[in-house]
């Protein structure tokens, strides 16, 4: 009797995790992004603070100090080395944080705006509203982004704000598909229903209680989007199309450091490992937001 009752036991008292395991450095770092958002949190500081935290002046440059090898190479000047123009690569890694910092703030906001505006507008109106902003996301995604910001960048310049606006034309289209999904559900819930009959207007139901019900999904996709920001910047400056020199941009960075990278290899190395940790800290980090608000996708108790 004892046997039959230990072998029919549930499988989540058999896969939960013990007391032990929870004290286990693996347990919490694959529960709760440590790492990743000590990173993010270091990104954050240097943005902020980068006039402050940086030894030098980013785009001074000092000629007998060019491709300065780093301290620990050799007795230089710059901690993380020169640039071909002898410009502190340090200082300019920090404040190329600044430029991530810039795109997270300005095309996230304004690309989760527009996009979730018209989800919202898509999923709710139905009929001839959705089916002309689904064909307008339909026909955006496959469209050559690359080829328009090379032509933007040719014809107005490639600037700051330029960048800022290719950036948002980027951003708002995974909300609008998104969040038209959760208002095609939510709409058809009792709740909306019963606003509906009590006299409730569409622009009191969208905000009360459909938008809330989105919450979720756009916190997820803001959070997945960033890090595809900051490359789409990344590769635009690289190209030329982007942040313009001598303002620092980890893409305009590995550029200028590219054909130095047999005699100094740090040029275009430091500001490349720079990218790849942000980009990879908020793809994790997206990833456990998205596992914690969706809990038919959590693996740990």
């Known amino acids: 009797m004892n046997v039959q009752q230990t072998s029919t036991a549930s499988p989540a008292a058999q896969t939960a995790p013990t007391p032990q395991q929870r004290l286990t ?18 990104l ?10 940086a030894p030098n002046d980013p ?28 410009r502190d690569v340090l200082s300019r890694v920090i404040h190329g944080a600044r430029v991530s910092l810039s795109v997270m703030a ?6 989760m705006l527009i996009g979730t505006g018209l989800g919202l507008l898509a ?22 982004f690359l080829l328009l910001a090379l032509v933007a960048a040719i014809i107005f310049g490639a600037s700051f704000s330029t960048i ?43 905000a009360r209680h459909i938008f809330p019900g989105t919450v979720g999904t756009i916190t997820v996709i803001a959070s997945l989007s ?15 199309a982007g942040i313009p020199s001598p303002t620092p ?9 590219r054909d130095y990278l047999q005699t100094a290899w740090w040029t275009s190395v430091i500001p490349g490992t720079a990218l790849f940790l942000t980009v990879m800290s908020l793809n994790f980090f997206g990833d456990w937001l998205r596992d914690r608000l969706d809990p038919r996708l959590r693996q740990l108790g």
């Open 25 to 42: 450095l693996w347990y919490i770092l694959r529960r709760w992004p440590i790492l990743p958002v000590l990173l993010l949190g270091l």
């Open 44 to 53: 954050v500081t240097l943005g902020l603070g980068a006039d402050w935290i």
């Open 59 to 86: 785009i001074d440059q000092s000629l007998p100090d060019r491709n300065a090898r780093p301290l620990f190479q050799d007795d230089s000047p710059y901690l993380l080395g020169g640039d071909h123009v002898g």
């Open 106 to 111: 300005v095309a996230l906001s304004a690309g």
């Open 123 to 144: 999923g709710y109106a139905g009929g001839l509203v959705d089916e002309v902003i689904t064909r307008i996301v339909d026909i955006w995604m496959g469209f050559p």
């Open 164 to 206: 800022m606006v290719l950036m948002i034309l980027v951003a708002w289209v995974s909300f609008v598909r998104n969040v038209r999904a959760d208002v095609l559900v939510l709409k058809e819930s009792n709740f909306v229903a019963f606003a509906k009959i009590s006299g409730a207007s569409t622009t009191r139901i969208l």
């Open 226 to 240: 960033v890090g595809n920001l900051i490359l789409y910047e990344a590769t635009l400056s690289f190209l030329g």
């Open 249 to 257: 941009s980890w893409g305009n960075m590995v550029a200028e450091g």
